[in-house]
């Protein structure tokens, strides 16, 4: 089982060297020199190790923030990081509470077996038990408003099992999915971003969007908006602030530049989707971005492969392209092309529009192979649609 480490620290360099040092042990999330919000990522990640960057010209606030941690989550340990030859900071950090200081640059095996020494000498943070949610994203090289209209009728699907689901699309094209389900958003996702602080109940039942089956949606807009003005921690702190009130979180990726919030997205997902076609083009982009992901590290064992408007007989094959990916195929889906174009322009769902066609019986699949829980019985709505 892999951990999460906290890095206080401003430097990209120090973020980058830490998560190469520790990639097989665990991930590395920035976050700033608030304590408040420090603890709160603390407590959501389960976090039991912290590293904070020590400087000689803020050693003062550095050493406050290392005594501020401690005091409040004795449980925690925490390594300072810095230049190991300033013999002041280093005692300094250590008169705070560290336990340990390494130097920047230090040999990535030296690094790793101290982070695996301070994880065996305490017990692992309990989970946060409101942290009820599981996460599953689904990633393209490539914009595709296909990629929306799958997720959705996904988190239909799952929301007619009887989950609770939120589904946030920030796929590219934006806004598709409120399309599909005939809805007038006027709370999106940079709204939840600038009011990550008070995101409760409240907010949620009062702003974010609400289908009629109860499904819950979240949104890019129309203004111009990039996942990388986010950091982690800003991320870690808004799922942390959704999980306690959803069973599922589905998200939409398709389209989104590789970044380091979209790396954090897919390596935290409890399942992870990829979404291609037959296309050479669009493989190759997906692919050189898998390849770059698992060079740096990011673990993609939970990836299953959906090769989306398939057509037989047409190379490359749903065959070729799961050896290509090396991941397991979890769906074929087929064009269907009349039938995703009214299901967009009419603003009804294929469950309603055609329950008989080919690929609103792929999608049922879909849902059942990706996890409904074994526990729960399908409806019979769910009976009828898939077989009818």
């Known amino acids: 089982m892999t951990s999460n480490f906290l890095l206080c620290s401003a430097d990209d360099s120090q973020l980058e060297w830490l998560q190469s040092a520790l990639t097989n042990t665990g991930q590395v999330v ?13 407590d959501m990640m389960s976090v039991t190790l912290v ?22 989550r004795p449980m925690v340990t925490v390594v300072a990081l810095g230049d190991g030859y300033d013999s002041e900071v280093v005692i300094a950090t250590m ?22 020494r301070h994880l065996t000498r305490l017990p692992r943070l309990p989970t946060h038990d409101g942290d009820q949610a599981s996460v599953a994203v689904l990633y393209g090289a490539q914009a595709d408003a296909d990629a929306s209209l ?32 005939g809805l007038e958003a006027s709370f999106h996702f940079s709204d939840a971003v600038r009011n990550l602080r008070r995101l409760d109940a409240t907010v949620i039942e009062s702003a974010f969007s609400r289908h009629s089956s ?28 959704l999980k306690p009130h959803f069973g599922r979180i589905l998200i939409n990726l398709c389209g989104q530049q590789d ?26 982009r997906s692919l050189s971005t898998l390849k770059a992901w698992s060079e740096q590290g990011i673990k993609l064992d939970h990836g299953m492969l959906v090769v989306d408007r398939y057509i037989d007989g047409v190379v490359p ?17 087929p064009l269907s092309t009349r039938e995703r174009l009214q299901s967009r322009n009419r603003s009804v769902d294929l469950f309603k529009l055609a329950p008989g066609n080919p690929l609103t019986k ?10 409904v829980d074994a526990s729960r019985k399908r409806s019979l709505w769910q009976r009828i649609k898939e077989f009818g």
């Open 30 to 42: 920035r976050t700033g020199t608030n304590l408040e919000e420090l603890m709160r990522l603390v």
């Open 362 to 371: 792929a999608l049922l699949r879909l849902t059942r192979d990706f996890g």
């Open 150 to 181: 799958l997720m959705t009728h996904l988190a239909l699907d799952l929301t007619h099992s009887g989950e609770d689901v939120l589904l946030i699309d920030l796929g590219l094209p934006a806004g598709e999915s409120t399309g599909i389900l």
């Open 95 to 116: 008169r705070a509470g560290a336990r340990d200081f390494i130097t920047v640059g230090q040999r990535g095996s030296e690094v790793s077996g101290l982070a695996r």
């Open 51 to 72: 590293f904070v960057s020590v400087e000689r010209q803020h050693q003062v606030q550095q050493c406050s923030l290392i005594e501020g941690l401690l005091e409040q």
């Open 317 to 333: 094959s749903d065959t070729t392209l799961e050896k290509s990916f090396g991941l397991p195929l979890l769906a074929t889906l």
């Open 214 to 241: 109860g499904l819950t949606l979240l949104s890019l807009s129309d203004e111009p908006f990039s996942l990388e003005s986010l950091n982690s921690a800003e991320l870690f702190l808004l799922l942390g602030s």
């Open 259 to 284: 970044s380091s919030v979209v790396r954090t997205l897919v390596g935290g997902a409890e399942k992870l989707l990829i979404h291609v076609d037959q296309s050479v083009s669009g493989s190759r």
